[in-house]
């Protein structure tokens, strides 16, 4: 049996009056692909946030790898992989650079080249943050959030403006760094992605969560309850199209 790795319980979130994240209770998995879907302000990213230690909870508790937040958010600093904001990422210093400062940072050394090859980004070891394209930068922020080699990372809606080919890519990455070991949480807007590539959701809306359980499972009882997708669907899309036509491979490393 899988063993809880996160423990959520109650956990409430006020921004003054305004109640972001209201009591709201879930467990993550050991190895699991944890994903948090919802409409835009329904307190995903609060409460991804609070988890990663970044932001202050109004109450209820977050205990992760056993280490309870409240007692220890330090440990737990530890043994979690955080993306940065892009504003941390000094505009003078190249990818191989940052990725030696961010290491001190951890009181560790890692080999840039083997974190970037991990992401397919040697080939621009020596470039700056600000010349990358929008998918090098999502691969170098998860890069980032390996250095520690952290038994949880948090990706908060790592692929949007992605293309087709870079989201897919980005897919095969997460799915890499899950089978080595790693729990992942992630926030998603596109229900493809989280399909392929969550083990379990949750859905939250409006501060609440309204439903915990695999893809699959939500799918089956939404056809047992009668629901039909109004037309016909085609064996292929438009993305399938976009994929065959333009070819899978990294386009711009
Ligand atoms: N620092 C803050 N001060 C006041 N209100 C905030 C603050 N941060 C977030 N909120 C509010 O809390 C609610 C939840 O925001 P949050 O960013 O957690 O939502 P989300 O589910 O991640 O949304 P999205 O999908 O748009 O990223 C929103 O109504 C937002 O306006």
Redesign the pocket.
Known sequence: MAKPIIQVNNLVKK??D?T??NSISFEVMQGEIFGLL??????????LEIMETLREKTSGSVIINGVDLDSDPDSIKHIIGVQLQSAGYYPNLNLSELIELFSGLYGISVKPIELLEKVALVDKAKAKYKELSGGQKQRFSIATTLINQPKIIFLD?PTTGLDPQARRNLWDLIQEIRSSGTTIVI?T?YMDEAEVLCDRVAF?DA?KVIGIDTPDHFIDQLVASGFERKKEVKKANLEDVFITLTGKEWRES
């Open positions: 921004y003054n305004f972001a994240v919802g409409p835009n302000g329904a307190g995903k990213t609060t409460t809606e926030t807007h939250i501060g």
